[in-house]
């Protein structure tokens, strides 16, 4: 049988034989969550990005030094946190000055609007690689986890869903649009914009938040799993931008919103009785469905009839 990316870390890397107090959460949400102290726990959270997988050689480098904190940031901003430092490990191909100072510039551009210092890393030969690790302070034992909704919750989506994955297949030529809206869709693929400030004003507010970076629906999934719950969502209510809808049919924008992935907006579930407060950040949110006690995924479509199409994530493995 073929394992896929969480088979594999829960057979090989979830069971240890050394569980530390001062690590509150561990392996399986967006980051890891350490004590640090009387006010504050840190937030901690790696992710890779690799050439002709996360980006392309023809990116322009500035763009790529935005994403590879970006989506680091976006897994903060799922936790509440506020980030503060960062490393960055680098494998380039050859000294290329021209590309690093334009990676430079996106990646110090996105750091220094939110205060971040860059506070070590690795520099090696080899195949185009960026990995970073990034971490923030969260309140004490406030932090915004996977596992933590509970049923009547209601299920909310931070901007609109599919741009990544519609710009990604228009990259390759399998998706048509008129040039007016190509850059607006193209940019959101390729300089996503963490929601650290959304995340914070869902401190004390959401029950459970994730990042969607692999499709709305496997990622809600994992809010399912982790808090032993049920959802219904109806395709109706997914914030989806016009430019998708009046150029490809709804069959195709709700694939890229279900499936498609990189959107790193937030999906995340608040107690009904606290939809006023949350009325009142300052932030683009859209109510998409409710958590129920049944443990599964039902999505409605256009006609509140169940959803059959595909529903699987982006697949590393
Ligand atoms: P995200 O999409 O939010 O970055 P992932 O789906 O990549 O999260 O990972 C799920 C969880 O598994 C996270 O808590 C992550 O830290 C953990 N994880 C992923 N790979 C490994 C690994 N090789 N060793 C230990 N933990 C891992
Ligand atoms: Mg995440």
């Given at each position: 049988m073929n394992m896929n990316e969480f088979d594999l870390i829960q057979r090989y890397f979830t069971a240890q034989s050394i569980y530390l107090p001062n690590v509150k959460v561990g392996i399986g949400d967006d980051a890891a969550i350490v004590a640090y102290d009387e006010h504050q726990d840190l937030a901690i959270t790696t992710d890779t990005l690799l050439i002709n997988k996360h980006?392309?050689?023809?990116?322009d480098p500035a763009h790529i030094g935005h994403k590879a904190l970006a989506v680091n940031l976006s897994d903060l901003a799922a936790m509440g946190a506020s980030p503060v430092w960062v490393t960055l490990s680098l494998s380039l191909p050859h000294a290329n000055e021209n590309w690093l100072q334009g990676f430079c510039k996106g990646f110090f551009e996105l750091s220094t609007r939110f205060k971040i210092q860059l506070i070590g890393g690795d520099l090696t030969q080899g195949p185009l690689s960026i990995s970073i690790t990034a971490m923030g302070y969260v309140p004490k034992n406030g932090a915004l986890l996977r596992s933590n909704a509970k049923p009547n919750d209601l299920i909310y989506v931070t901007g609109t869903l599919g741009d990544a994955g519609c710009a990604l297949a228009l990259l390759k030529n399998q998706v048509n649009l008129p040039e007016s809206g190509r850059t607006i869709i193209l940019t959101k693929l390729k300089k996503p914009d963490p929601r650290i400030s959304i995340g914070l004003q869902l401190l004390n507010l959401a029950h459970a938040v994730i990042d969607i970076s692999d499709g709305l629906a496997a990622d809600l999934k994992h809010i399912l799993e982790k808090s032993q719950v049920g959802a219904q969502i109806e395709l109706k209510k997914l914030p989806i931008s016009n430019i998708l809808k009046n150029n490809l049919s709804p069959e195709t924008y709700f694939d890229f919103a279900l499936?498609?992935?990189?959107?790193y907006e937030l999906c995340f579930t608040i107690p009904p009785d606290k939809k006023n407060e949350l009325e009142k950040i300052n932030c683009v949110f859209t109510q998409i469905g409710t958590i129920t006690d049944t443990k599964r995924l039902l999505i409605l479509d256009e006609n509140g009839n169940p959803y059959h199409g595909p529903t699987k994530g982006f697949q590393h493995f």
């Open positions: 980006f392309f050689e023809s990116d499936t498609a992935g990189e959107d």
